[in-house]
Nanobody, 121 residues
């Protein structure tokens, strides 16, 4: 069974920093892209940042220059460092990973449980 467990999140003031992490667990995992999405109240879930297994990353325009995504392949963990947070960053943040199990050709999407990030003005 594959699980994504998130940590971090919480309440910060505008301009402050916050870090999120997400660890994937399970046997025989071959992890492709890992990423972070967020969903604010009344809005659709949106991509924040994604990173490939080779370290190539992409960001939503709204977070470029402020957020940094990274991963530790040895630990099957992805991180999101959020700097210069604004109230518009307030949302539930979800970790995502595209994972193939060893000896399988099928790639599935897995999601974390979500963690609340609130930025006060």
């Amino acid at each position: 069974q594959v699980q994504l467990v998130e940590s971090g999140g919480g309440l910060v003031q505008a301009g402050e920093s916050l870090g999120l992490s997400c660890a994937a667990s399970g046997s025989g995992l071959i992890i492709n892209d890992m990423g972070w999405y967020r969903q604010a109240p009344g809005k659709q879930r949106e991509l924040v940042a994604v990173i490939g297994s080779d370290g190539t990353s992409n960001y939503a325009d709204s977070v470029k220059g402020r957020f940094t995504i990274s991963r530790d392949n040895a630990k099957n963990t992805v991180y999101l460092q959020m700097n210069s947070a604004t109230p518009d960053d307030t949302a539930v943040y979800y970790c995502n990973a595209r994972i193939r199990r060893l000896l399988s050709v099928r790639v599935n999407d897995y999601w974390g449980q979500g963690t609340q990030v609130t930025v006060s003005s």
